[in-house]
């Protein structure tokens, strides 16, 4: 049999005299032992009589826990006990606070005479052999002179100090650590052995007096040794850096994408150059041409390849652009040169003016030939140097009429990156719509990073590919991808109402990359497009489902609108939804109950002006009310903020319909969960919040199973019906709940609760003496316990430890347990 839990025992032991209580001590021993080393409380009597009998496997359970219990520690210690001493003192210094140590050796004092305190294994036995200042310090008031004398002499010596002299005064100023990240010479000599320092791997700061620097003692060392690669850098950093120091810096450090220090011409002849990757090249040349130290007539003339100085060279220098234009003039306005420059850019090594001698000396081979191997326009574009990009570094600084007549033979990869990158004036770009068609323009719509000004330039233009091109690279609004799939024509500055002959086809990139997608704003646009296969196609998801009635009827009304009520009656008599494994219907059952309604409608006026009816219903705070206590009272916790995203996703955005849901209440018993997460949002009427607290007390019983009818349950319903459950901390957590809202009182507990041990576990706290003066309800309660032990169990023992043996597994009420047991013993 089970022992009972030490909560029982406590409260029977409260309802026993004196006597009953030296009775049942050793009647339930085992019981009892274990109570005195828990927590729960200790009955005023209990507690008498255990320190009186001195019984040490008793007071042995009690100093387990005394700890817990101040007035009890004390007593215990007061009594100079050697056997419970060692206990007392606790092992760690965390056991204990000195003022209970310092009432352990207050006690031993009146019993300083007692041979236990010098028996093997005793107190002062373990700590003379000890060294641990936490525990000796207190031992300076022991009763035992050998034991103060050992305590002294450790507690005076103190604790090690990390960072001291040898004389025990702390050092002012710590050893300099070969180490540390960070140096400052002040010389050139102290700069000179810190680069030399291969142990040192931090950041050195150059000398910053004027002067400090030797520059000629720097480069002789250099020379004689040169300098790993973090010095040099650190050195060409500085404005005063000599070029040899400098260039050494740049070989050495080709692989960086930093270039810290001037530019001089020797980098550009350095076979380094050939190594550099594009950004700190442009770097580079940018740095080179700004200062001066870079002739840009100098650089296109000598350094190639041209390919790479063409991709790095900046945009914004005057004197850059003047350079190439000179060489630009000399290609002229027709193609074949142009073509030319195009072909020799990949795998040309020379410089620039070689390539413009090259491609004028190629140019005959080249006239009346199209761009070479074409490429339409590339999603996203990655924009990557190239022959193609290097060619429109040319073709920018050309003149306009050259321009003009150079895109009639660009192909369309070379118009993306132009109209992308090059940002053409406003007349170019209508020419290249005029000369190459709108949907040339598609290639600006190339990358999610499009910006929302580009995107609401291009829609006006109304052109499929532009749109597809929008949709399904660009990160349009919701607004934005319900234009484009609904093919309506974009007038100022609005999607238009279009009639259905005029609406612009979807091709077939759009209709693939939806067939393809997982994206829910992708798809859920589709129920704006009124079209039969993107219907289908958003129905047919597997991984996005319409969640609203409002979104689905709205589908339906657009279809009806743009292909009339046949195109809806096939849609609903369709079996088979191509990406979806159930047989039945995608739509939900009431929104194809109220369409086959509208289609058995005598006329088609009458058959929409229906289902626009129904479709603003469910929109409205209605329908919105009807969702979220449907939808909002689901197992999972944030059920109801999914719930509220949804209907904003497909329904738009909208205020809570308190009203409609108090309403709702009224009719049908809201969801317990569905209340208790109302209650949270902002907002919230005070008739929710009382619901909710009556809800959630409801939902914290382990036993309750909310319906979705009904009405549900009161808490004293609750507690006549279903069983109560013990926690692990020894209470009765939902009837401390009910009792604290009011909505169980404790005679009822009394007498109704099940199981016995859950009910006394609660009743065991609840009619405890505490600070405050005991309440009517809790006088009641007490006196309505005692009549029922007195009645069934008296004075005799038996029947009290019987009880406590029953009640671990006994199922009834606390009555029903002394009822029991009184019968058994009687």
């Known amino acids: 049999m089970r022992l009972a839990d030490h909560h029982a025992v406590s409260a029977a032991y409260a309802l026993a005299d004196r006597e009953l209580t030296r009775a049942l001590i050793s009647r339930i021993r085992e019981e009892t032992v274990e109570l005195l080393g828990s927590s729960a409380p200790l009955p005023k009597v209990l507690l008498e009589e255990v320190m009186a009998s001195r019984d040490p496997e008793l007071l042995a359970a009690l100093v387990s826990s005394a700890a817990l219990r101040g007035e009890v520690f004390d007593r215990l210690a007061a009594l100079g006990d050697p056997a419970l001493a060692v206990s007392l003192y606790g092992k760690q210094d965390w056991e204990r606070t000195p003022a209970q140590r310092a009432a352990v050796w207050a006690g031993a004092a009146a019993t300083a005479d007692d041979p236990g305190w010098r028996a093997k294994g005793s107190l002062p036995l373990k700590l003379l052999s000890s060294r641990r200042r936490e525990l000796l310090e207190p031992a300076l008031l022991s009763p035992f002179p050998d034991l103060v004398e050992v305590a002294r002499r450790v507690t005076a010596k103190g604790p090690d100090i990390t960072g001291t002299s040898s004389t025990g005064a702390p050092n002012s100023k710590p050893p300099k650590d070969r180490r540390q ?51 040099l850098v650190t050195l060409w950093a500085h404005p005063d850096c000599p070029e040899e120091l400098a260039l050494a810096a740049f070989e050495a450090n080709w692989n960086s994408s930093q270039i810290s220090g001037a530019v001089h011409w020797s980098m550009l002849a350095s076979p380094t150059l050939n190594s550099l990757e594009d950004y700190p090249l442009s770097q580079l040349l940018g740095r080179g041409l700004s200062s001066g130290t870079v002739p840009v007539e100098r650089l296109l003339r000598e350094i190639g390849s041209a390919r790479r100085i063409l991709c790095a060279l900046p945009r914004e220098n005057e004197e850059v652009q003047a350079a190439l234009a000179a060489q630009v003039a000399r290609l002229g306005s027709d193609f074949a040169p142009w073509r030319a420059v195009y072909v020799l850019l990949p795998r040309f090594s020379g410089t620039v003016t070689e390539l413009v001698d090259a491609a004028l000396a190629e140019t005959p081979k080249h006239h009346g030939k199209t761009w070479p191997k074409p490429l339409g326009p590339e999603f996203p574009s990655r924009g990557l140097p190239s022959g193609r990009l290097a060619w429109l570094r040319l073709y920018d600084v050309a003149d306009h009429t050259t321009r003009r007549a150079l895109i009639d033979h660009m192909d369309l990869r070379a118009i993306q990156q132009l109209l992308l990158s090059h940002r053409p004036s406003s007349e170019l770009r209508a020419h290249i719509v005029q000369s190459r068609g709108t949907s040339a323009l598609a290639g600006i719509a190339s990358s999610w990073q499009t910006r929302p000004e580009t995107i609401e330039d291009l829609i006006p233009y109304n052109d499929s590919e532009v749109n597809a091109a929008l949709f399904l690279n660009t990160d349009l609004t919701p607004a934005q991808r319900r234009h484009v799939v609904s093919g309506r024509l974009w007038q100022d500055g609005v999607s238009a109402d279009t009639p259905a002959a005029d609406r612009l086809p979807l091709t077939e990139s759009l209709i693939e990359g939806l067939r393809e997608s997982a994206r829910r704003p992708w798809l859920l646009a589709c129920a704006e497009s009124g079209d039969p296969l993107l219907c289908r196609i958003l129905l047919g998801s597997p991984r996005v489902k319409i969640h609203t009635p409002a979104l689905e009827l709205h589908m339906l009304i657009r279809l009806w609108e743009r292909h009339g009520p046949d195109a809806v009656r096939e849609l609903l008599d369709e079996t088979d939804f191509p990406g979806r494994k159930q047989a039945k219907h995608p739509l939900s059952p009431k929104t194809l109950e109220k369409w086959r309604a509208a289609l058995e409608a005598e006329s088609e006026p009458d058959g929409l002006a229906l289902l626009r009816s129904a479709a603003e219903a469910a929109a409205g705070p209605v329908g919105r009310a009807d969702f979220l206590a449907d939808k909002g009272s689901g197992p999972e916790s944030d059920d109801l903020a999914k719930a509220i995203d949804l209907l904003a996703e497909e329904a738009g955005p909208g205020p809570i319909p308190w009203a409609e849901l108090e309403a709702a209440g009224g009719t049908k018993p809201l969801h317990d969960r569905l209340l208790v997460r109302l209650a949270e949002l902002e907002g919230c009427p005070e008739a929710f919040t009382e619901e909710s607290a009556a809800a959630a007390l409801r939902l ?9 009818t009904g009405k549900p349950p009161t808490a004293s319903e609750m507690l006549r019906k279903l069983p109560l459950r013990v926690d692990n901390r020894g209470g009765c957590g939902w009837l401390e709940k009910a009792h604290q809202l009011g909505q169980v009182t404790l005679p009822d507990v009394v007498r109704c609760g099940f199981p016995a041990k859950a009910t006394v576990a609660f009743l065991a706290t609840a009619l405890a003496p505490g600070d405050s003066p005991a309440t009517d309800q809790i006088r009641e309660a007490r006196r309505e316990v005692a009549a029922l032990a007195a009645e069934h169990l008296g004075a005799n023992p038996e029947g009290w430890a019987l009880a406590l043996r029953l009640i671990p597994d006994f199922e009834g009420t606390l009555p029903d347990l002394l009822l029991a047991s009184g019968a058994v013993v009687s």
């Not at 050139?188 to 810190?194: G, M």
């Not at 914290?700 to 979705?708: C, M, T």
């Open 700 to 708: 914290s019983h382990p036993e309750y199973r909310p319906r979705r």
């Open 181 to 231: 990240w960070e140096r400052h010479p002040e010389t050139t000599k102290e700069l000179v052995e810190d680069f030399r320092d291969k142990n040192f791997h931090g950041s050195i700061e150059l000398p910053g007096t004027p002067g400090a620097l030797d520059w000629d003692v720097l480069v002789a060392e250099h020379r004689a040794e040169p300098f790993r690669h973090s010095g």
